[in-house]
């Protein structure tokens, strides 16, 4: 019986480094398919983008684009890749060797598109200082929000992924107030506590999983992001489908009922991405029969 990769239900590590891929221009995408299953994952996470199971085949079902949501009143732009990577560690260097003894393994048929380090900052905060992942399922509910069940034997096990990569106005968002810092969140920053009195466009009764019908619930391991010229959150969300994060996103960008989620008034993301993780077996190497090969 497969099982979820080990990494997908892992706490947020001490830092990352994400891996975007793309299909290497007139060279078939099928050689990779050996690769793959020979490959243990370990505690990293593997993702398939529609690009790459196209070039193979077909399937899984559930697997899409990244939406464009209709009415929304904020772009959601769209880089698919191919296969996305996320190596997990707690020292650079290891995941710089990590790294590239997977492209040296994926480069006959992929080329790298993006390398994205990312890290934990304090206990888990956003790069404002307000707490992330708040009211994340746990345990059976977290399995139950990320992991695909009572589907088939091939897909069972495995899950969607969405990420986005978020960059942040840090200079305009510390030019505001406290208190209007906690209006964009609806959270204090000093004890993360949620307060009544906030806006309808606080984040909190924008993206507020609970609130949806059904309920949305992802399983959120987002991380920040700097550079030398600018700075962010990795969005990375968990989930048995996209539907879920479809129904927050479609809330957030205004398509609802016109309200803005005030995260917008210091971030945009820039870029935004499906992929499908798909299960492992009892050795820790992908299970890839829900693929239907061409």
Known sequence: MSVVQPGVLSPVP???CAIRFVCRPGVSAHPLLDVLRETSV?????GLGRTLVGALGAGPPGLRDFPQVENARVGLPAKPGALWLLLRGVDRGELLHRRRAWVARLSPTLD??????????ADGRDLTGYVDGTEN????DAVAAAVVSGVSDQLDGSTFVAVQRWQHDLD???????AQRDDIFGRRAADNEEFDSAPESAHVKRAAQESF???AFMVRRSMPWADTDAAGLLFIAYGSSFDAFEAVLS????AEDGVVDG???FTRPVDGAYYWCPPVDASGKLDLRALKTK
């Not at 790298?112 to 900052?121: C, N, S």
């Open 137 to 140: 399922p746990t345990d059976g």
């Open 112 to 121: 790298v598109d993006e390398v994205l380090e990312t890290f934990m900052y």
């Open 213 to 215: 019908e059904p309920e």
């Open 251 to 254: 809330r957030m960008v205004g």
């Open 42 to 46: 370990g505690d990293d996470v593997v």
């Open 172 to 178: 305009g968002f510390e030019r505001r107030s406290p």
């Open 14 to 16: 001490a830092m990352a």
């Open 263 to 265: 995260l917008f008034q």
